[in-house]
Nanobody, 124 residues
Framework: QVQLVETGGGLVQAGGSLRLSCAAS????????MGWFRQAPGKEREFVAG????????RYTNSVKGRFTISRDNAKNTVYLQMNSLKPEDTAVYYC?????????????????WGQGTQVTVSS
């Protein structure tokens, strides 16, 4: 069982930056890949970014490429999402998730554990 807690959300003006953190506790391992998802009002949840244990494999949704960076510090069991050049359309609740994989070159099809979410609001 893995518990995930997101922090770092808040209110920021367009063009600003935020860094989200996701602290994992419980039984994490080298098989745990991590991801960030978001859900905006009236929209379905969407994948934002993912990373494997070593960081050798990362993936981003097209709308955030060049602006967001996912990273992890395994010694602290923490994954980060650095968000730069924020836009109003980035406004959403951001969720951290974890899933089990058996290769450091792929991301999970399913994510088994989810955080409670943190609100990011970008004003114009």
């Amino acid at each position: 069982q893995v518990q995930l807690v997101e922090t770092g959300g808040g209110l920021v003006q367009a063009g600003g930056s935020l860094r989200l953190s996701c602290a994992a506790s419980g039984r994490t391992s080298r098989s745990s890949a991590m991801g960030w998802f978001r859900q905006a009002p009236g929209k379905e949840r969407e994948f934002v970014a993912g990373i494997t244990w070593s960081g050798i494999t990362t993936r981003y949704t097209n709308s955030v490429k060049g602006r967001f960076t996912i990273s992890r510090d395994n010694a602290k069991n923490t994954v980060y999402l650095q968000m730069n050049s924020l836009k109003p359309e980035d406004t959403a609740v951001y969720y951290c998730a974890a899933g089990v994989v058996y290769s450091d070159y792929v991301l999970p099809v399913e994510y088994d554990y989810w955080g409670q979410g943190t609100q990011v609001t970008v004003s114009s």
